[in-house]
């Protein structure tokens, strides 16, 4: 597929303008003109921007970041990695909730990496970064106090898992993320998108709070094998209009999160329980 310059703009969050200028001045600009001369981005420019992105939201100077956006990221050392057991989850969840108490982002994030790299995603998620959160969550519920805590932890998971490679390259996309209308707990979209990306899956996270028919749009215009909408809460889940998308050929819709717990869906509508429901889900969707 090829996209427009304002395609690109929103998928990944950043003016038509700033396009244009690291076009001009970095030479990050699109491989294909249309006989007209309009600009037209391949999905393997959109992954070099996508890194720029990364880059320069990390504070590398732009020009720095041009330059390391252009090489593809290193893929992680093919290790054998051992089951969490139940005594090394609760260590590395006290490991990383004194850290975050402590607003030590480097430990959070260094053990996050590690966790991730020795377990992978979905046990590193499953078994230590979720009950941290919920536990610190909680802190903040019952006393008003530690936000500072709870965004800290959760931007040092986000760092961990966007540092695994993302899949690129033509094809049908694997899978688009979105959360429900006013759903601001896009956290976990991250962690299976995360997860895709170790199964070599392309996925989008169109991200917090999408409007019913921008999601719509991306659907109709991106064709992904799988379109997911997460929801924490049963009133954000109800604001997801599901019988007007309809079964969509080629596409499949599918819901997570605890908002739709009792919800009667329709029929074309599926509704994995689990992380790893949800990476079957998508693989079985895309082929070996």
């Known amino acids: ?73 290193q893929t992680r050392p093919s290790v054998a990695r051992s089951p969490l057991t139940w005594q090394n989850a609760i260590s590395a969840q006290r490991s990383l909730l004194a850290a975050a108490k402590r607003l030590d982002e480097p430990t959070m994030s260094d053990l996050a990496d590690q966790l991730i790299t020795d377990h992978g995603v979905v046990s590193a998620w499953e078994a230590v970064f979720v009950p941290a959160l919920v536990e610190l969550g909680e802190l903040v519920a019952d006393t008003g106090q530690g936000v500072e805590i709870e965004h800290l932890a959760s931007g040092s998971v986000l760092f961990a898992l966007r540092g695994i ?14 959360c429900a209308p006013d759903e601001q707990h896009w956290l976990p979209l991250e962690a299976l998108g995360a997860a895709l990306s170790e199964q070599g899956r392309t996925w989008r996270n169109l991200g917090a709070r999408v409007p019913a028919d921008a999601l719509y749009d991306a659907v109709t215009r991106l064709r992904p094998a799988v379109a997911l909408v997460w929801a924490h809460r049963r009133e954000l889940a109800l604001r997801v209009p599901l019988e007007e998308f309809g079964a969509r050929p080629g596409t499949v819709l599918a819901v997570a999160g605890a908002g739709w717990d009792g919800l009667e869906l329709p029929s074309y509508v599926h509704r994995p329980a689990t992380l790893t429901e949800a990476i079957r889900l998508v693989v079985d969707r895309t082929g070996s």
């Not at 007209?36 to 590398?60: F, I, K, S």
């Not at 490679?165 to 979105?178: D, K, N, Q, T």
């Open 1 to 73: 597929m090829t996209y427009t310059p304002r395609a690109v703009a929103g998928m990944l969050g950043v003016a038509p303008t700033t396009l244009r200028t690291w076009d001009q001045r970095y030479g990050l600009g699109p491989s294909l003109r249309t006989d007209g001369g309009h600009r037209r981005y391949e999905d393997a420019d959109v992954e070099v921007l996508r890194r720029m992105v990364v880059l320069t939201g990390q504070g590398v100077a732009a020009s720095s970041a041009a330059v390391l956006a252009r090489h593809e990221p």
């Open 165 to 178: 490679p993302r899949a690129s390259g033509p094809g049908v996309l694997s899978a688009l993320l979105s």
